[in-house]
């Protein structure tokens, strides 16, 4: 694997932290595939993960949103009464994190057949919306005399 050194772009470039950490967090993952997920796209606004959970009860993961990082947690309590021949289904604690783009805000979540479905919405406030500028017209200014200083 290719690795990549950000540092010279420090020096040269303000306010872009966060996508060089995003980079080098990227670049860095060498996190498992469990739970597997989804993303889709449901309209421009707003996305949906989906992170196949079978085995799992809601009240044994947690869904935390904070500072443009969704963080969902899984802990399975194992009963120590079970006697498997085979187990497939895997019930492994976990930590899966997704980077969240500006204003992109959690809406809701909802655990329905064995997949957890995290609703997710973009929400850009009023201020930083584009919006049209009305141009002013006015009337043509006369055209100014100059007058010379020796009369």
Partial sequence: MRTYDFS???????????????????????????????????????????????????????????????????????????????????TRRFRRQFSLADHVLVKDAAFDNGLLKIELAREIPEAMKPRRIAINATQPSQPRRLESAAA
């Fill in 8 to 90: 010279p772009l420090f020096r040269s470039t303000i306010g872009f932290d966060r996508l060089f950490d995003l980079a080098e967090t990227a670049q860095r993952a060498t996190e498992d595939n469990y739970p597997p997920y989804n993303i889709e796209r449901l309209s421009d606004d707003r996305y949906q993960i989906a992170l196949a959970v079978a085995g799992f009860s809601p009240d044994e993961i947690s869904v935390t949103a904070e500072q443009n990082v969704l963080t969902i947690e899984g802990n399975k309590v194992e009963k120590a009464d079970r006697d498997y021949l085979y187990q497939g289904i895997s």
